[in-house]
């Protein structure tokens, strides 16, 4: 999903990273997402308490590998992305530890849509925002926009699944996660083939 057209020293331009050392956390990211997805599908009667420790465990590992992923994208301190992105990963950090520890559905509704709404959010404004003077776009535009749109989606959608109980709230949530997880899987599998590429070509 990257814009695989954009050469590495744009991106470098642009994020202060090349592709070479955006791809390892962008690969971790996609395998804990769709690992979550997957115990979603194979979590056949959860009740209360596994919503939230799987809630919990997930938030805290996301928010873990989002904030090694936009250290890695070194933005400048005062950037706008940079603070949108890594406020979405202390959030989502929050509630995963407050989720973990409330056991409570209404709470994980609320709080997990809240944080994925939040983290969708940034994403996409990471996406649309183009800085003064600098010109070109992000290679990770397009992966930003649609990633944004499923996290904005899903953290829009689980409110309404809250009175539903804990099975439907993770059935929301791992389906955003399982597409999420493919979305960022190819793009860290694109980066990691354009690092490879000799510099010549």
Known sequence: MNDTAVPQNLNAAVTGTP????????????MATLLFGIVTVFFGAPDTLGLCLNFGWYFLVLAALHYWFVRRLALPRADARRLALLGAAGLLAVAGVVIFIAINTALAAWLGA???????????????H????????????????????????????????????????????????????????????????????????
């Not at 809240?114 to 996406?127: D, K, Q, R, T």
């Open 19 to 30: 592709a070479s050392a955006l791809w390892q956390p962008v690969m971790l990211r996609s």
């Open 114 to 128: 809240a944080a994925l709404a939040v983290m969708g959010g940034a994403e996409l404004f990471a996406a649309l």
């Open 130 to 201: 183009n800085p003064s003077g600098k010109a070109g776009k992000s290679p990770l535009r397009s992966d930003w926009l649609i990633s944004g749109v499923l996290g904005l989606g899903t953290g829009l959608l689980l409110p309404f699944f809250a009175a539903a109980g804990p099975h439907a709230l993770l059935g929301v949530a791992g389906g955003g996660a399982l597409m999420t997880g493919a979305l960022w899987l190819l793009s860290a599998l694109t980066m990691r083939h354009d690092a490879r590429k000799p510099k010549g070509k």
